[in-house]
């Protein structure tokens, strides 16, 4: 159980979180995502205690951040975002040593090792030096880090940047077995990955909170899809006549392309049609004697919502341009 | 306590790995060898009694270079590799990280010194050593490098750049070490000697030469203190910065 109510945080007159607030319920694994430097990291360092709030609160399992920090610390696991690791120790020394500094000694030592080991796949690299394993075996000798005392709380930084694929793939897997018992936040850039992960998604811009619930709920915000067309015809004729079967509709059309005979048309609907919008667009076809080369349903998705909120909270905090996300593609539904 | 002797274990386990921790102590093996033998066989032909006075007299020189080169590392390669995010996230006091710290890097000087007793054996055996001031010697040494050692810590503390504190260490070290020169230089007869008494130097001579004084040893526990005490601050300050 995570409580956070009204976080601030300042780095000198920069607001890197303008009073978030938040709770994650036992059991429930959480997904941050939001551009870079939108508060994702900063919350979890105070979360973690290696922060101190500017103003706010934060407790996990009703224990505040502030008051208690030792007790917090030794409920959570973390990742930091850098995955900082002794690169000068072996594996098993590394672990052993996290182990002992966490207060897990003597024969619970040896089991939480051999535990973490099997959970996140280290047996091959046990004995090496960590400076010789690949990205993706850090990544895993991190997130052994995290666990070795069996925390109830895990917070993860990025857990899976810089990985292929695979690993991904696999690191996911394990974060939701994790899940399964615990509670988990972890931060992302891959939006796939928070829908596959977790249980519920906050999305963070501008050290605020613009978007909270699971990966359908957000998706449910954006009213409609959109109709994607590939058309034979004159042109403006087109756009003229496709604006008017589709009222309300947002209607761009893409620039001739040389030696083309055909026009792309991307239709955006404000509110999805009564009919199939489909069958608007070929019977208007049909009618004008055109020719239908391409026509394509697209529905929200959860990078639209993404993209959506995060460009909106750039646009609304414009003078701090370091910190606005890519405004590219915010209309592009 | 079992906290900062886990640090204190970590810490020594990465100075026997640290081939910056071993060119720092043959440096100061082979130089203080050399130093030996020039006692031995230049200066000894003429002295009466066997004596390591001139040994020990380098020593705070010798010493101003070679801890803060052992302690450029302690906080400073954390905050370079973000472990200090780690560290400062275990359920671990602050206080235990730097004590953990200071002890570890502290007993790896301890072994740097123990290597060294072969110096006054060798003497005792050639001839008749005084071990007094031999013994006043080993405690005074042990007390400075203490104390420069806690001041490279806090230093290291501020930046997360080794080389940039291993220079401002040596610098404020040598102006310590200059400062019974320099007050003397500038300021009244009168106050010269209370200036004199903040000298880390001349507290170590005064242990040297074999007469332990209560004082002297209360200047070097409060001298440690008072920069453990302000690498403290500055790790409980970035807190609040980030």
Known sequence: MITVQNLVKMYGQVAALQGITFEVPSGQVVGFVGPNGAGKSTTMKILTGFLYATNGKAALEGIDVRENPLEVRRRVGYLPETNPLYTDMRVDDYLSFVAEVRGVKGAR??????RVVQVCGLGTVFKKGISELSKGFRQRVGLAQAMIHDPQILILDEPTSGLDPNQIVEIRDLIRSLGTNR?????????QEVEAACDRIIIVAQGNIVADGTGEELCARLPAGALALEIIGPPD???GKLKDAFTGARVDMAPQVEGSRSTRFHVVFASEPDTDAREIAHDLVQANGWKILELKRKSASLEDVFRRLTANGAAAVSAEPAMAPSQEGAIDV | MSDTWTITKRELRSYFLSPIAYVVGALFLGIGAYMFFQIVFIEAGRAAEARMDAY???????FLVLVPALAMRLWSEERKLGTIELLLTFPVRTGSLIMGKFLGALLF????MLLTLIYPITLAALGDLDWGPVIGGYLGALLLAAAYLSLGLFVSSTTQDQIIALIVSVVVLLLLY???????????PALIDTVMLASPVVH????????????????????CAFFLFLNHVTIEVRKWAG
């Open chain 1, 109 to 114: 030592r040896r089991a939480a090792m051999d």
């Open chain 1, 183 to 191: 509670t988990v936040v972890l931060s992302t850039h891959y939006l």
């Open chain 1, 237 to 239: 004729t087109v756009h």
């Open chain 2, 56 to 62: 020990f007299g380098r020593l705070p020189m010798f």
């Open chain 2, 109 to 112: 000087l301890s072994v740097l």
């Open chain 2, 178 to 188: 200059y400062l019974p020169g320099i007050a003397a230089f500038f300021l009244p």
């Open chain 2, 204 to 223: 170590f001579q005064s242990i040297a030469r074999g007469v332990l004084d209560l004082s002297d040893v209360i200047y070097y526990v409060v001298f």
